[in-house]
């Protein structure tokens, strides 16, 4: 086959590690869409997605249509689209225009988490092992046959940063031995996925990043890793919100919610276990990340034993 014509859909971090590994190589997307920028942060400021910025960077055509259908176009003259994370879910039109349809570079093992976040999902549900699948794009989310996986144990350390990065990596070596495969007309044939295993992996909203205290520490451990570095997991004392950016497990028999100091550690009882706080957020003062003995040298009234927090 002559060289594929490719272009890329995504928006994230994750899309960006696939996206700049496929740059190094002879699959150079010759196109690349993203979702339109929009006000994040504080200050609502209009913000373009980290695949805008980078595909700009390195001199790529980027479009980033509210409705992709709308640029068949320029997705006409594809041998293939691929997608990671791209953040809307593709029309038919859109999955039937390149001349091989469309692939998505799925963080997940398929059939398991189906949906917008399954990296989260996987570490919120403590699961053991997870990976990456490569998928023929079909009309219903994330359900097409998968050309290829791979899979990846879990050390139950990972937070959503830090697997995200990973199976980013993992990701762009999997792709690109797909469109390796295709250059050379060897492509497997995909394998259906079983609709009976499927789990889905709902969008989180920030509620659910509220920590409730009478679930175990290993739940609320959890917690705190899949809202890592996104919408930490939060607590509350009267007015005050305190994100929990870091911390672990510790054995043994606490009250729900109540916090017990001892030198400089703070932990912070659940229904089993407690949680040993490393570092913190608030939305006082600057509302800066902190660690857990500056949170207690500077807001002594919040982390001193016998505070009570919400649950």
Request: charged residues 15%; aromatic residues 6%.
């Amino acid at each position: 086959m002559t060289k594929l014509k490719l272009g890329f859909a995504g928006s994230p971090a994750f899309a960006v590690s696939i996206l700049a590994a496929l740059v190094q190589t002879e699959f150079c997307p010759i196109v690349v869409f993203t979702q339109p920028p929009k006000p994040t942060g504080r200050g609502q400021r209009i913000r373009k997605t980290p695949v805008h910025d980078f595909a700009e960077s390195i001199n790529i055509s980027v479009g980033s249509p509210p409705n992709i259908a709308k640029q068949l176009s320029l997705l006409a003259g594809l041998d293939l689209l691929v997608v990671a994370a791209y953040g809307q879910i593709l029309p038919e039109s859109v999955i039937k225009t390149p001349r091989f349809g469309c692939v998505n570079v799925h963080p997940s093992l398929l059939p398991r988490w189906r949906g917008a976040t399954p990296i989260e999902h996987t570490i919120l549900s403590g699961d053991t092992k997870t990976g990456v699948s490569i998928m023929q794009v079909v009309k219903q989310l994330d359900a097409g046959p998968v050309y290829a996986q791979c899979n990846l144990n879990l050390t139950g350390l990972e937070t959503t940063h830090s697997l995200t990065k990973i199976l980013a990596q993992e990701g762009a070596q999997l792709l690109i031995e797909h469109l390796s495969n295709r250059r050379n007309n060897s492509t497997p044939e995909p394998t259906p996925q079983d609709s009976n295993q499927a789990s889905y992996a709902k969008r989180l909203r920030k509620e659910d990043a509220r920590i409730n205290w009478l679930n175990s520490a290993t739940q609320i451990d959890r917690q705190i890793r899949a809202f890592y570095d996104h919408n930490p997991a939060f607590t509350s004392k009267n007015d005050v919100r305190i994100r929990i950016l870091t911390a672990n497990v510790i054995p043994g028999s606490f009250e729900p919610g109540v916090v017990y100091c001892q030198n400089s550690e703070v932990l912070v009882g659940t229904a089993e276990g407690g949680i040993r706080v490393h570092a913190v957020q608030l939305n006082l003062g600057k509302g800066m990340p902190m660690s857990i003995k500056q949170a207690k040298n500077g807001y002594k009234t919040l982390f001193t034993s016998g505070v009570q927090f919400e649950t």
